[in-house]
Nanobody
Framework: QVQLVESGGGLVQAGGSLRLSCAAS????????MGWFRQAPGKEREFVAT????????LYADSVKGRFTISRDNAKNTVYLQMNSLKAEDTAFYYC???????????????WGQGTQVTVSS
């Protein structure tokens, strides 16, 4: 089993930045592909970004490409999501997820965190 704990969410003005962190414990973190998803009120959960276990492959949703950066530090068992140029439409609950195997942009992940709220004021 893997436990994932997100942090770093909060309230920020449009145009600002936040960095989310996701700390993992349990099985070997470095073997997992990791992803970030988000869910806004009244909407379905959507893919944001994903990174392969070595960090060599990253994929992003079109809506965040060029503004968000996913990275990982396997020595610290942590994955990050740097969010710049935030917009009101980025407001959502952000979830960290891990899966055994290659990166996926769908929700087919094995492990999920509890999430952290990001609110962008316009």
């Amino acid at each position: 089993q893997v436990q994932l704990v997100e942090s770093g969410g909060g309230l920020v003005q449009a145009g600002g930045s936040l960095r989310l962190s996701c700390a993992a414990s349990g099985r070997t973190f470095s073997n997992l592909s990791m992803g970030w998803f988000r869910q806004a009120p009244g909407k379905e959960r959507e893919f944001v970004a994903t990174i392969s276990w070595k960090g060599g492959t990253t994929l992003y949703a079109d809506s965040v490409k060029g503004r968000f950066t996913i990275s990982r530090d396997n020595a610290k068992n942590t994955v990050y999501l740097q969010m710049n140029s935030l917009k009101a439409e980025d407001t959502a609950f952000y979830y960290c997820a891990g899966r055994v195997g290659v990166v996926r942009t769908s929700g087919s992940y094995d492990y999920w965190g509890q999430g952290t709220q990001v609110t962008v004021s316009s």
